[in-house]
């Protein structure tokens, strides 16, 4: 029994990579589904943002591995596994365990300190549970991890004075512009990334917004919270040569706005500059709109470089972060050793308790006519005697689980009486 996390971030590859393997929310439950199908008493969880995705996972045997995830990854997304896995990391156990609790406590990501990553790991989790793709391993790691996430930002300053992907992208705006209040702010989405980026442009002095957004009741819901005006998503194209700035994350598996559309706009806006920050991974805007004179587009790896500006102010907190981490770390590799021990006790103590009851078989006969109540001192006599030469083995190999090496303990104690893995899969 292995716990497995495999995946890539902002770090190990780049958004051209991440957005052809990420998960839109729609498609997750079918991939949960069809990993767990596959390897059957198996768990699974996906996390998919903007700067990641992951899939953490375990099975009772080996069959669920680097390999199998990498061919998982490939299967799903219809791409060849060369086009990836040079991108891909591989945690198993322990490790798999820590870095599950440095994303959830945000001391991954690309800002350090920012709560969001949070609420995305408790999504993942809860469209796991709702698939029934958890169970006791994966149900006991995320609420740890999440409790974990919840402890640092409570017990440190590590989201103190954090910068914030949203007040990134707004950085990167007063290059271009350094007075708001007479620029447009279209906004293409309507979830909570949008919303703070619109809240920090407001509070540079932005007065005009538009927001678009397919379902009109939240864009209507967020324009009205800041005195904008809501438009249909069909009618994006008509708005953009009203628009300076231009703040687009939605969960389209396609481009949003294509190059014609910022050619036909700066036509119309004769020339003015058009910012864009396209915030969404899959990327709802075509990159090569950067060519176009006058049009400035980053994306959300470009906001990286402002973020590391920002990082030196919170790194005294990480060494407080991660010893709370490395003990709770600890707490859970205790628990899982446990865990993966019990099956091999429960072996151990039926490989004897079968020993023992064929040799009753055998010395039944023998008695001739015996009381019953003599027999039964007999046999009770005979489990006892078993169960005290079986205590301290199970005692020892707990204890042993507490370090890490119980399951490795009970192996070589099987190993030593002949205990032959049974691989019920194959009755």
Same mark, same amino acid.
């Given at each position: ?193 949008? +919303? ?6 407001? %509070?540079?002095?932005?007065?005009? !917004? *538009?927001?678009?957004? &397919? #379902? ?90 402002i973020v590391n500006n920002n990082i030196d102010d ?15 770390? +600890? ?6 050793? %446990?865990?993966?021990?019990?099956? !091999? *006790?429960?072996?151990? &103590? #039926? ?77």
């Amino acid at each position: 029994m292995n716990l497995h996390t495999i995946g890539l971030n902002h770090k190990s590859a780049p958004v051209e990579i991440r957005e052809k393997l990420a998960f839109n929310t729609s498609a997750i439950p079918i991939a949960l589904s069809s990993l767990t199908q596959s390897f059957p008493s198996s768990e699974a969880v996906i996390l998919s943002t903007c700067n990641r995705v992951e899939v953490y996972s375990t099975s009772p045997d080996n069959s669920l591995n680097k390999e199998s995830l990498l061919d998982f990854f490939s299967a799903f997304h219809d791409l060849p596994k060369e086009r990836f896995s040079d991108h891909m990391y591989h945690y198993q156990n322990m490790n798999a365990v820590r870095h599950l609790f440095f994303v959830t406590s945000s001391l991954d990501s690309m800002v350090v300190g920012e709560s969001q990553i949070l609420s995305q790991v408790k999504e993942a989790y809860m469209t796991a549970t709702s698939q029934e793709t958890t169970g006791n391993i994966l149900n006991q790691l995320f609420q740890r991890a999440l409790n974990v996430a919840k402890d640092i930002h409570t017990r440190t300053n590590i989201s103190k004075g954090k910068v914030s992907i949203s007040s990134v992208a707004v950085e990167f705006a007063v290059k271009i512009f350094k007075e708001f209040s007479d620029k447009t702010v279209f906004i293409i989405g309507a979830g909570e990334m949008c +919303e703070l980026v619109l809240r920090h442009l407001v %509070e540079r002095g932005a007065k005009t !917004a *538009i927001v678009a957004n &397919r #379902n009109y009741d939240k864009a209507k819901a967020l324009a009205e919270e800041y005195d904008g005006k809501a438009i249909n998503y069909d009618s994006i194209e008509d708005y953009l040569p009203q628009a300076d700035i231009i703040i687009s994350s939605t969960a389209a598996p396609h481009y949003v706005i294509h190059t014609q559309h910022i050619k036909n706009a700066i036509k119309v806006r004769r020339g003015n500059p058009i910012f864009l920050v396209d915030i969404a991974v899959p990327r709802d805007i075509n990159p090569e709109i950067a060519k176009i004179d006058n049009v400035y587009l980053y994306n959300i790896d470009d906001l990286q470089t402002i973020v590391n500006n920002n990082i030196d102010d919170r790194e005294k907190e990480l060494n407080k972060c991660q010893d709370i981490i490395n003990n709770e770390v +600890e707490k859970f590799m205790a628990w899982f050793e %446990e865990l993966k021990i019990g099956p !091999a *006790i429960t072996q151990l &103590r #039926n490989h004897f308790h079968e020993i023992g009851e064929k040799e009753l078989e055998r010395l039944r006969p023998k008695l001739g006519d015996i009381a019953h109540e003599e027999w039964d001192h007999i046999v009770h006599s005979m489990q006892r005697t078993l169960n005290k030469i079986l205590h301290k083995p199970a005692k020892v190999g707990k204890e042993k689980a507490k370090n890490g090496g119980g399951y490795q303990y009970v192996e070589t104690i099987k190993h030593l009486f002949g205990i032959h893995h049974r691989d019920d899969s194959k009755k």
